[in-house]
């Protein structure tokens, strides 16, 4: 091809630089999988606790949902984490729900570790 053929091409945008859109289709794979890679709350049972922080917990079961795998609980303030709230909190041993009910007064800790939070060794506390 001449160049004034090649100037015609790339001004009517026919000529595509093939080098750039390998470059984008690279950028767009590495994006999907990081997205695919990010997630809610961990939930895996036996997942490790390294690496997270740990905070202590008491509060009230609303519901449990999802089999159990997911706790609501109306909590007082979290030291250092969160003020008094009713929320969700996934439990990554089920055995731990496993005698819990609505109404329950716990204790527990919650792990922390980036944007993924669980609870685990939940405790009924019994009133006297």
């Not at 990554?92 to 496993?98: I, K, Q, T």
């Amino acid at each position: 091809m001449t160049a004034v053929g090649e100037r015609r091409n790339l001004e009517s945008g026919k000529q595509r630089d093939s080098s750039g859109s390998v470059g984008r289709a690279w950028a767009a794979l590495v994006l999907a999988l990081a997205v695919a890679s990010c997630g809610g709350p961990a939930t895996h049972a036996g997942a490790s606790t390294e690496g997270a922080k740990r905070y202590a917990l008491r509060g009230q079961i609303v519901r449990l949902e999802d089999g159990g795998k997911i706790v609501v609980v109306r909590h007082q303030k979290i030291e250092g984490w969160m003020d008094a709230m009713t929320m969700e909190f996934p439990v990554r041993d089920s055995r731990d729900a496993e005698s819990l009910h609505a109404g329950d007064q716990i204790t527990a800790t919650v792990f922390v570790r980036g944007q993924d939070y669980w609870i685990e060794e939940v405790r009924r506390e019994f009133v006297k």
